[in-house]
């Protein structure tokens, strides 16, 4: 039996408690998962069973309350998105891209051959980069505060396996840095470095010209090109406030990005 939208809003709000970050984060809490991510295609038919998403660009989240049983599967499903897709973007691009090398290095580990092997037959499709990530963020599914006190073995290991490449990455190593990221988002000590413009984009990167459509919460949408597409920047990555209205050059260096003025669009249509 599933749990009701009632229970399942209690129980993001007791992850928002242990771990404050994800209140930045905007929930979609819906029966069916199409409804959930606001994809009529995602069936269940179509596209299997889905639990949850992030979508990163959006600073979103949705939860299929039809697919969870209990309290307990929403955690785990929440640890996965945010504990895993957003938490990794709490490293710098360059600590990322090391990790992510790590995850890619050690497919055959044991521990980690499992996990690969799952997200290979589920990401098949998807970079080698992206599989890693899925690693990674299923690794977080597994993490609890009983963990947190391997949250140094963890910085260690980030250390010692992704920048020195003394040895190959275990699993054990990957759990502890996957507890030290989660220990710090729960002790407040770690922030998003990493904004996504595109909710597919692994790293926020290149040049973005173009109006700015709208502002919502703390995402604004820009338009590119005359073929209407959209991108979507988070305020916290910008060097300085964008208005509606406003065309803009947005140029990303060192995952934050820069706003060079072009004019103004008056009347502008969404």
């Known amino acids: 039996m599933a749990i009701s939208i009632g229970e399942a809003k209690l129980a993001v709000t007791e992850f928002c408690r242990q771990y404050p970050i994800a209140l930045k984060i905007g929930y979609v809490i819906r029966e069916k998962q199409e409804d959930a991510l606001g994809l009529p295609e995602a069936t269940i038919e179509r596209a299997g069973i889905i639990t949850g998403a992030y979508f990163p660009a959006r600073r979103r989240i949705g939860l299929a309350v039809s697919n969870l049983r209990d309290a307990q599967t929403v955690e785990r499903t929440l640890r996965h998105e945010l504990l895993g897709h957003l938490g990794i973007n709490t490293f710098p691009s360059r600590d990322k891209r090391a990790l992510l090398t790590s995850i890619s290095e050690a497919r055959e580990q044991p521990g980690l051959a499992d ?35 391997r949250a140094a073995a963890g910085q260690a290991a980030l250390s010692v396996v992704c920048h020195a490449r003394e040895r190959e990455m275990s699993f054990q190593d990957l759990a502890d840095i996957a507890t030290f990221v989660a220990d710090g988002l729960h002790r407040r000590e770690r922030q998003q470095q990493i904004f996504p413009v595109r909710d597919n984009d692994q790293f926020c990167d290149g040049t973005y010209i173009g109006p700015i459509l709208d502002i919502e919460r703390d995402v604004a949408q820009q338009r590119i090109n005359r073929q209407g597409d959209v991108v979507r920047h988070s305020l916290e990555a910008l060097g300085r406030p964008v208005k509606v209205g406003e065309v803009v050059e947005i140029n990303y260096r060192d995952d934050r990005g820069r706003v060079t003025d072009i004019g103004v669009v008056r009347g502008i249509e969404k």
């Open 115 to 149: 996990f690969w092997a799952d997200v290979r037959r589920n990401y098949a499709n998807e970079s080698l980069d992206r599989q890693a990530e899925e690693v990674f963020a299923s690794v977080c599914e597994h993490i609890t505060p009983a963990r947190f006190h």
